[in-house]
């Protein structure tokens, strides 16, 4: 009896934290679906297909933020979406502004908060997106990979962080350089990037799309296949000791494997970024331009040298401007397009390895 009391009282208190943590109103949001889970989804609910289209519509071209107000779809089916999903999506703070017009906004996710970074730059204006709460990457020039691992953002999450901004009319490029690596949440990113470059959701040019990776080989040739964005690979070192030393990953995914790879499945209608943050003393020298020259070869790539910025507490000093401008000359006397990218966001912490990311943003 005692036994059979206590449990009873557990369940009642379990179902207090139940509610503490889920109130019963958590539903499922829709936004961030593509237009082949809305037609699944229709199937299920015996919608007829269009209607899939026309939610996709009313999400991503009219920016609609409640069913009610879907007035072309049945008003059945509008109670019953009510009653089973939302069209919740992280809304922004700003984080600061900085004196170059950078500004950072925080959006908060379940689980944690991530940081997104608009550049305005004379014509353009480019939004830097987190796929991640913290990293698992452990990149040691990185603060987000000092916060370890949060959790994967969902597809409306990444895509929040775009539909939400005061400035999107602005925009005019995409970078996926904020927290995380986009490819190690891949699901979700393919389906964020599938809603931003399709006519039925926001219809950007997927040569306005920047992806950022460390070379996650397991699902880079999947990235590849399914999607025609931009891509960018930080290699930050040519040898591999060296690159293990900077990028645990480097272990797992040689860099020689990840160029391979790349070399084997370009056609050259995607343009590859390579990334190589330059530090004092440590990976600024003609014998790493040299052997970057070497590992390249064969492959379309333009490189950006970037500059480093001091992240507290780690032993790295950023190279002066002249050394990167001769390792720059290495590079271009033997044919590579290598440009010097120019800081943003600095005094904000919205820049290199203060967002949690590999690039200054800008330029893709
Ligand atoms: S640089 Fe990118 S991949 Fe590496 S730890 Fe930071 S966020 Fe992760």
Not at 357 to 362: H, P, V
Request: aromatic share 10%; net charge positive.
């Amino acid at each position: 009896m005692h036994f059979f009391l206590h449990f009873e009282r557990t369940l009642e208190r379990k179902s207090e934290l139940w509610h503490d943590f889920f109130p019963m109103n958590v539903l499922p949001s829709l936004f961030g679906w593509t237009l082949s889970q809305l037609e699944q989804l229709c199937r299920d609910l015996n919608a007829p297909r269009y209607t899939a289209r026309q939610l996709a519509e009313w999400m991503y071209h009219k920016d609609c933020r409640s069913f009610a107000a879907m007035s072309n779809l049945p008003r059945v089916l509008r109670s019953r979406l009510e009653a089973s999903f939302t069209l919740d999506r992280p809304d922004p703070h700003l984080g600061a502004a900085s004196a170059d017009g950078t500004k950072k906004y925080l959006f908060p996710v379940p689980s944690g908060t991530v940081e997104a970074a608009y550049i305005p730059e004379d014509e353009r204006a480019t939004l830097c997106l987190s796929t991640q709460a913290g990293c698992k990457m452990g990149c040691k020039f990185c603060m987000t990979g000092r916060l370890g691992f949060q959790g994967n953002l969902e597809s409306g999450q990444i895509l929040g962080q775009y539909a939400q901004l005061p400035e999107r009319s602005r925009i005019t490029n995409l970078v996926f350089m904020g927290m995380g690596e986009p490819l190690d949440n891949m699901a979700a990113v393919l389906q964020a990037l599938e809603v931003l470059i399709s006519d039925w959701g926001y219809g950007l040019s997927h040569q306005r799309i920047c992806v950022s990776t460390v070379g996650v080989l397991p699902h880079l040739e999947e990235f590849l296949r399914k999607t025609p964005v931009r891509l960018a690979l930080s290699v930050h070192s040519p040898f591999d000791e060296e690159r293990a030393r900077l990028m645990p990953c480097q272990k797992v995914w040689p860099i020689g494997r990840v160029i391979d790879l790349l070399r084997r499945h370009e056609d050259g209608k995607r343009r590859i970024y390579v990334e190589y943050i330059v530090f004092d003393g440590l990976n600024d020298s003609p014998r790493h331009a040299r052997e970057l020259v070497r590992l390249l070869h064969g492959l379309e790539v333009r490189v950006n040298l970037i500059k480093f910025h001091n992240v507290p507490g780690t032993e790295f000093q950023a190279a002066s401007r002249k050394r990167m401008e001769e390792f720059q000359r290495v590079l271009l006397d033997k044919g590579i397009r290598t440009t010097i990218r120019k800081s943003r966001g600095e005094d904000i912490e919205a820049a290199c390895g203060l967002l949690g990311s590999r690039g200054t943003y800008a330029g893709y």
